[in-house]
């Protein structure tokens, strides 16, 4: 099976009130400090019919979703409500942003009133990757919203994910303490 292309950034965003030891998405911060790196995971389709039906697995631990079309491609955008449905049957309540690419090529997009976005209360945001365009914008806002939604997220099975998180970072805690000094481990003498 195919996989989609994995593309992973840092970024250093404001955390007012962020604890040390990586609050948010894997990130890190100093103990009162006003910001704090948060690394994410993109996963990028590009769109294409190989990846139609994408394995649960890949929406596992997502936080939010980008959801991109070809402004110069009608069936991109046709496409929206098939990505999205299948979206929110695996992560009903992550944030997700609808994405008009390539206005570059054609200004006039941007005045264009898109429904898809409207009818599901979706943020739409016009961009170009070909010349920068609100890119930069787009994946700052996407990592707060993540970051956001993954410190305040009501969902059971992201409780369920953030406990299996804590367990493992607990068992890989104490695998770093020597053997004489963990609690409750009975050393034995060493024979003379």
Same mark, same amino acid.
């Given at each position: 099976?195919?996989?989609?292309?994995?593309?992973?950034?840092?970024?250093?965003?404001?955390?007012?009130?962020?604890?040390?030891?990586?609050?948010?998405?894997?990130?890190?911060?100093?103990?009162?400090?006003?910001?704090?790196?948060?690394?994410?995971?993109?996963?990028?389709?590009?769109?294409?019919?190989?990846?139609?039906?994408?394995?649960?697995?890949?929406?596992?631990?997502?936080?939010?979703?980008?959801?991109?079309?070809?402004?110069?491609?009608?069936?991109?955008?046709?496409?929206?409500?098939?990505?999205?449905?299948?979206?929110?049957?695996?992560?009903?309540?992550?944030?997700?942003?609808?994405?008009?690419?390539?206005?570059? *090529? /054609?200004?006039?997009?941007?005045? $264009?009133? &898109? @429904?898809? %976005?409207?009818?599901?209360?979706?943020?739409?945001?016009?961009? #170009?990757? *070909? /010349?920068?365009?609100?890119?930069? $914008?787009? &994946? @700052?806002? %996407?990592?707060?919203?993540?970051?956001?939604?993954?410190?305040? #997220?009501?969902?059971?099975?992201?409780?369920?994910?953030?406990?299996?998180?804590?367990?493992?970072?607990?068992?890989?805690?104490?695998?770093?303490?020597?053997?004489?000094?963990?609690?409750?481990?009975?050393?034995?003498?060493?024979?003379?």
């Amino acid at each position: 099976m195919a996989r989609p292309s994995l593309w992973v950034s840092s970024t250093a965003l404001s955390c007012s009130g962020a604890r040390a030891g990586g609050e948010g998405l894997g990130g890190e911060s100093g103990s009162g400090s006003q910001s704090c790196v948060h690394v994410a995971d993109f996963w990028d389709t590009a769109g294409q019919e190989r990846f139609q039906s994408m394995h649960a697995s890949y929406y596992h631990k997502a936080h939010a979703c980008i959801m991109v079309f070809d402004v110069q491609r009608k069936i991109t955008y046709k496409n929206l409500s098939t990505w999205y449905t299948e979206l929110r049957e695996f992560r009903p309540e992550i944030p997700c942003i609808v994405v008009a690419n390539k206005i570059d *090529a /054609d200004m006039k997009m941007t005045q $264009k009133s &898109f @429904n898809f %976005a409207r009818k599901f209360s979706l943020p739409l945001y016009f961009v #170009s990757a *070909a /010349d920068g365009t609100n890119v930069v $914008k787009l &994946f @700052n806002d %996407a990592i707060r919203l993540a970051v956001s939604y993954k410190q305040n #997220s009501r969902d059971f099975m992201d409780e369920v994910l953030q406990e299996l998180e804590n367990i493992d970072l607990k068992q890989e805690e104490e695998e770093e303490i020597p053997d004489k000094e963990q609690p409750g481990r009975i050393q034995s003498p060493s024979p003379s």
